[in-house]
């Protein structure tokens, strides 16, 4: 782990594990925390020093995002840090307030020297929240990056599983910011919103299986402790590898997406297909390890006084979120069938062989 990588984990396991992440209502923005938040600068993490940022990487994005979901933190950390990229990426000036990505539905037209955006954003993390959503849009022959005044939408609240705002924002015919961009998360918005999401996919899951393991010590049954018992051991043996698999995949594809950064639009393939593959395999593994956490802890993981919900919650809503199981399925189903069965080896190991040598 580099200097700047293993400082930013320090300060944030600090903020996050002070700021008692695990008391905080998923549905309340904490104005304060996200005080916090901006005064080390986090959201700008992924914006270059030139353009006012900090100058981080992708791997530093993950190096702030495990811990926020091993802490439970309740705050739009990864929605903020790419809607700012997306900005940083076409040139445009960092919002502000609140900035949150998410991808859109919808058509640009012009309007004189402007452009109007009409169309719809589903699953906005704390849309309620925002002074401003970022998105993308093919318009033109080229990837758009698009800012939008969270006011002028007409707001559908809603919330995910675990209680987190996810609202619908719709706009009709209102003003736009766009800039064609060309970056990689301009054209892939969904895949790099995954991407951030499966760093905190990784710490939520450590944070369970954490959970589950001192749980499993402390609690006693027939006269010991059940960690004893063979039964549930085997349990959180298969938990303990799942959480390992899915941090394995998700590292590499931390690494493509910046070996992708930093090589341009000639291996940007490479950062969609280890997303993909890493976005898969959390899932899949997902329901697992929510399934054994709450079988060790039995009724009173299910209470709302216990923190294991709000990690198991939070990740069986994160499982659908960027893409259910069968959207990554059938992205690299493609992705394998275009090139054909006698490349798939070599391909597979060429492509996280040239991650490893950029990391």
Not at 6 to 23: E, P
Not at 69 to 85: D, I, K, N, Q
Not at 222 to 236: C, K, M, N, T
Request: glycine share 10%; hydrophobic share 45%; with cysteine.
């Amino acid at each position: 782990m580099t200097e700047l990588r293993q400082m930013l984990a320090d300060s944030v396991t600090r903020l996050f594990r002070d700021a008692g992440g695990h008391r905080a209502p998923a549905a309340e923005f904490d104005t304060a925390h996200w005080r916090q938040v901006e005064e080390l600068g986090l959201p700008l993490l992924l914006v270059p020093e030139a353009q006012g940022g900090v100058g981080g990487g992708w791997e530093e994005a993950l190096a702030v995002l495990q811990p926020a979901g091993g802490h439970a933190v309740a705050l739009p950390l990864a929605e903020s840090m790419l809607a700012h990229r997306l900005l940083a990426s076409a040139g445009l000036e960092p919002a502000d307030g609140l900035a949150v990505a998410a991808p859109a539905e919808g058509t640009l037209q012009r309007s004189g020297d402007g452009l109007l955006f009409s169309g719809r954003l589903s699953g906005v993390p704390w849309g309620r929240d925002a002074a401003s959503i970022v998105t993308s849009l093919d318009w033109d022959g080229r990837p758009q990056v698009l800012r939008l005044a969270r006011g002028a939408a007409t707001l559908r609240p809603g919330v995910n599983l675990a209680g987190e705002p996810r609202d619908e924002l719709r706009f009709e015919a209102c003003a736009a910011q766009v800039a064609p961009c060309d970056a990689p998360e301009a054209r892939r918005l969904h895949d790099y919103g995954a991407l951030l999401r499966l760093g905190q996919v990784i710490g939520a899951l450590e944070g369970a299986l954490n959970l589950s393991i001192d749980y499993a010590r402390e609690r006693k049954q027939f006269g010991r402790p059940i960690g004893q018992f063979q039964a549930v051991q085997q349990q959180l043996a298969q938990f303990g590898a799942e959480a390992a698999a899915v941090a394995c995949a998700t590292r590499s594809a931390f690494r493509a997406a910046a070996s992708a950064a930093a090589r341009k639009a000639p291996h940007e393939a490479d950062a969609g297909f280890q997303i993909a593959a890493a976005k898969l395999r959390a899932n899949m593994a997902i329901g697992l390890a929510t399934a054994t956490a709450h079988q060790v802890h039995a009724a009173i993981g299910f209470t709302r006084e216990h923190s294991l919900r709000l990690f198991t919650q939070r990740l069986m809503s994160w499982r659908s979120e960027f893409g259910n199981d069968r959207y990554w399925s059938e992205r690299l189903g493609a992705a394998v069938a275009a090139r054909g069965a006698r490349h798939f080896w070599s391909d597979l190991t060429a492509r996280d062989d040239a991650a490893a040598l950029d990391a």
